[in-house]
């Protein structure tokens, strides 16, 4: 499915909630979370460098992921995010918020059709 | 990134590309190294994926590059979301400069409990600060954190003075003398120690610890002289004064998103406050204001020379 604008428009305000959710199945690094969510979403979602960086960098300030540099059986070091427990209870909240707004978001969104 | 099979024009533009970033990232030593590194593993693990998915490799490592977006967008990005501190960070990291103002202004700063209380807060909250990590917050109180070993040495300076006579004739006063006397360089020893600490961070962060030193100290020596005299008057009225423009300067430092802006924030408002230092009775003639902020403004970058000095010397 290509990503229309509205979808885009979502996805900004969630990315957040996508990479820790990534995460939380096990620690990955930067590369690794791009492609976990592509595949994850069937290619739907995509999330680009510019914005994973920065959010990576600003989940860190807010302490809810920790870096942690990790040598591969190759050899080469990588720099894994691990999902921290403030991390995991932010999460939780926002899939319970997230519950509720697409509950109350498909009852309103699909007008006639629901009543 | 520098894989066998690339062709010297991919490579000279990642080069160029790492290069430009690393011009815009501005961020402390350390921390860019680290973020480069991370960068460049990234391009690496992007570029063997196009690779895999049947892209020529230096298509790919081009690719690569292309997908991290323009360098400045991306450390503009980046600088945002690891310094610029949120309203409510900046507006708590003016707290403490704030309450000193409010203690000097009124003079509660005679009311030893609530000294005391004041002293122990800011101690409390910026171990608090460390144990989070030093957040954004974490410099500003850790600044006026910094200042009280050196009251505390003012107090035991006049313990020592009070008890040096009869110190041999009361066990008490002897005791007193010799806790004052050990206090003093152990006082100095964890000043050194904690600007240190923040020197080897980012001299930035020396800096912000340096910022009260100069009107406490100021403060103190008025205080020594005048004695009772001083509980409001206009010297400590200036100094609360000066306290509460780094309060508000402390906002503006926080909310800057570049070192640059950091770095300009800090020298406009130093001029601004020896300004106002003029309201205490010092010259405001323009030779005189010139030269305070020159001893101001250099005192305060000093850490950025010591870095500097240090680099060269490794």
């Known amino acids: ?115 | 990134m520098s894989g066998p099979s690339i062709d010297g024009g991919a490579r000279a533009a990642a080069r160029r590309y790492f290069a430009a970033l690393e011009r815009h990232l501005q961020l402390d030593d350390a921390d860019e190294r680290d973020l480069l590194r991370e960068l460049q593993d990234h391009v690496s693990d992007r570029a063997d994926a196009f690779m895999r998915a049947g892209l020529a490799p230096d298509a790919a490592h081009r690719r690569a590059i292309a997908a991290l977006g323009r360098p400045e967008a991306l450390a503009h990005s980046i600088r945002q979301a690891r310094y610029a501190a949120t309203w409510r960070e900046a507006l708590f990291a003016a707290v403490p400069a704030e309450l000193t103002a409010v203690l000097l202004a009124t003079g509660l700063w005679r009311a030893a409990p609530l000294a005391l209380a004041f002293a122990l807060t800011i101690a409390a909250v910026t171990v608090w600060g460390l144990w989070r990590g030093r957040p954004v917050w974490f410099y500003p109180w850790a600044s006026i954190a910094w200042v009280l070993p050196f009251i505390a040495g003012y107090l035991a300076f006049l313990v020592i003075s009070a008890n040096a006579r009869d110190a041999l004739a009361s066990p008490l006063s002897l005791g007193a003398l010799v806790a004052s006397g050990a206090y003093l360089p152990l006082g100095l020893v964890v000043a050194g120690w904690a600007l240190l600490a923040a020197l080897r961070r980012d001299w930035l962060d020396a800096t912000v610890l340096l910022t009260p030193l100069v009107p406490a100290l100021a403060w103190l020596l008025h205080l020594h002289g005048a004695g009772a005299a001083a509980s409001v008057d206009r010297m400590t009225m200036t100094v609360a004064f000066v306290f509460a423009g780094m309060g508000a300067c402390t906002v503006g430092f926080l909310r800057a998103d570049s070192r640059a802006a950091r770095v300009s924030t800090i020298v406009a408002s130093s001029i601004a406050l020896v300004a106002a230092t003029s309201m205490a009775g010092a010259s405001a003639a323009p030779a005189a204001l010139v030269a305070r902020s020159v001893l101001l403004v250099a005192f305060l970058l000093s850490p950025a020379l010591v870095t500097l000095a240090a680099r060269r010397a490794a």
């Not at chain 1, 590369?31 to 979403?41: D, K, P, T």
């Not at chain 1, 600003?58 to 999902?83: A, D, F, M, N």
């Open chain 1, 1 to 115: 499915m290509k990503l229309t604008r509205y979808v885009t428009q979502l996805l900004k305000g969630n990315t957040d909630v996508l990479i820790l959710s990534t995460l939380e199945r096990e620690p990955m690094y930067g590369h690794q979370i791009l492609e976990a969510i592509e595949v994850a979403s069937d290619g739907t979602l995509s999330i680009s460098e510019g914005t994973l960086y920065p959010a990576l960098q600003r989940l860190t300030r807010e302490g809810r992921i920790r870096p942690r540099w990790t040598t591969l059986p190759s050899g080469k070091e990588r720099k894994y995010y691990v999902i921290t427990p403030k991390g995991e209870r932010w999460l939780a909240e926002c899939r319970s918020q997230w519950g509720e707004f697409a509950a109350a978001f498909g009852r309103v969104a699909r007008g006639g059709a629901s009543g």
